[in-house]
């Protein structure tokens, strides 16, 4: 994410709503300064619509947080005269423009605590609904408002894995911009809200298979870039054994390393696309062999330097995961000899690498050239082509494929080439040693692509209690 966008993400999805925020709250005759605190705020919100501050709580709980907040929002606009369905879609949708207007307009004035029996009874008029029916009202438009800005506009994604780090660390909760890219028309339209592709705890299927629609991308503000994190759907999941839609494909994250057309390889753990060097981003952790005079490595020293020990070889030899950064701390401490990159060497064969072919002498640190599918792109089979765009014609694009002897025969007719019907990605974690990517599965397709990270708005490390446990040198830190 460069400086420009995340400068406007930052001022749209927080300064301007904050400085709404800090207007309605004077107007309420409360410190304005309130309205900047994270969760602070919500507690206060909560306080002057009259709802109990432990429904905070709920905040706290990944998916329902989302229906939560929308829910004390529309709440608090409605304290402040906003009861409408045109003002309260406003408002949800739009925060970054309605709450710095109402916040110091004239107009707008606070009417008092909107969950109260008294507020209920003197603007009854406007408020003409059984409590029943005004929280299913309140419901249904919070899943609707959150359902409409999680699919054309941003979603919270939480980091459940350590292949991004240390650019992004397990705990890490992410905004995702779906307008970068273009959103996506749901393919499957009949799903629960908020489930992916199973239901919590009864762990069926979320969605319906009974209306499906083609693939849709509205227009975005660019294309994926090379060096761009992004949100994609596990292309894996398209067959056996899940056979689940693109749009219910688990989520995963990775850095954007090949776009179509191009042509990329990894010599000795450097990534080369169009036979030039891509830049390292600057909190990969590759791996190194430190040798040691066989004294024990302090802990405290590992923990600080956020250093992965994943394997210890000899007594006095270690495999580690660390930034270079931290390899070059460690490497002044007195007891360690020597630390030194370690790669798996080039023409050792490794089963497990995409296409996992034996001609192709490919492993994780040595790969390729490969070249990434562009859309009209026409390639010639061949028993060295074949293995590695079989996957994409056959389950990608939806064709027929089979092998009659030396024949390839796609839909029916005898093929030597194959022009491609959409662009594909090659994606990479930041930690190479600790990743599964497209190294190990392949190309993703575009329509696969969800969207583009744009900064951590919150971190918590599990090993933490309470607010120990949040990471706050990372919160609205920028993803590089």
């Known amino acids: 994410m460069n400086i420009v966008e995340f400068v406007i993400a930052f001022i749209l999805l927080f300064i301007l709503p904050y400085i709404g925020l800090w207007g309605l709250f004077k107007k309420a005759e409360t410190p304005g300064i309130l309205a900047i605190i994270p969760f602070y705020n919500w507690y206060y919100m909560l306080k002057l619509s009259g709802r109990p501050g432990w429904w905070l709580i709920f905040m706290f709980i990944p998916g329902i947080n989302f229906l939560v907040a929308i829910g004390i929002l529309v709440d608090f606009l409605k304290s402040y005269g906003k009861f409408t369905f045109k003002q309260l879609a406003a408002g949800v949708v739009l925060t970054f423009i309605y709450l710095p207007k109402w916040g110091f307009d004239k107009e707008t004035k606070y009417l008092g605590p909107s969950a109260s029996e008294d507020f209920r009874e003197e603007y009854h008029e406007f408020l003409k609904k059984s409590s029943a029916r005004e929280w299913s009202e309140a419901i249904i438009f919070a899943v609707i408002a959150a359902t409409m800005i999680r699919t054309f506009f941003i979603e919270a994604y939480v980091i459940p894995s350590g292949s991004m780090e240390s650019t992004l660390l397990v705990g890490d909760y992410l905004f995702v911009s779906k307008v970068n890219y273009g959103p996506r028309i749901p393919s499957t339209p009949l799903s629960f809200p908020f489930a992916q592709n199973t239901m919590p705890f009864i762990n069926t299927k979320s969605y319906s298979d009974i209306i499906k629609l083609p693939y849709l991308r509205l227009p975005g503000l660019s294309d994926v870039k090379r060096g761009d994190v992004v949100v994609f759907n596990f292309p894996m999941q398209a067959d056996s054994p899940f056979y689940r839609p693109v749009d219910k494909q688990d989520n995963y994250i990775k850095r954007c390393q090949g776009i179509p057309g191009d042509t990329l390889s990894i010599v000795n753990t450097q990534v ?154 090659w994606m990479m974690g930041d930690n190479r040693h600790n990743s599964e990517d497209s190294r190990f599965w392949g190309f993703v397709p575009e329509d696969h692509i969800v969207g583009k990270a744009l900064f951590v708005w919150m971190s918590s490390d599990s090993s933490g209690r309470g607010f120990n446990s949040i990471r706050w040198n990372r919160i609205f830190k920028g993803i590089h």
């Open 272 to 425: 080369y696309v169009n036979r030039k060097a891509m830049p390292n981003p600057p909190e990969s952790q590759p791996s190194y062999i430190v040798h040691t005079d066989g004294s024990p490595l302090n802990q405290q020293i590992i923990n600080d330097l956020h250093i992965f020990v994943a394997n210890q070889i000899t007594p006095t030899d270690y495999e580690m995961l660390m930034t270079r950064k931290s390899a070059a701390a460690l490497n002044r401490y007195s007891n360690v000899k020597s630390v030194t990159d370690y790669f798996q060497p080039k023409g050792i064969f490794n089963p497990e690498e995409f296409p996992h072919d034996p001609h192709l002498r490919w492993n994780v640190d040595n790969y390729g050239p490969i070249i990434i599918p562009k859309k009209g792109w026409t390639v010639t089979m061949d028993s060295l082509t074949f293995p590695v765009y079989r996957r994409v014609i056959q389950v990608y694009e939806n064709n027929k494929l089979e092998i009659d002897g030396n024949d390839i025969v796609i839909n029916g007719k005898k093929s030597k080439t194959y022009t491609f019907k959409q662009n594909y990605y």
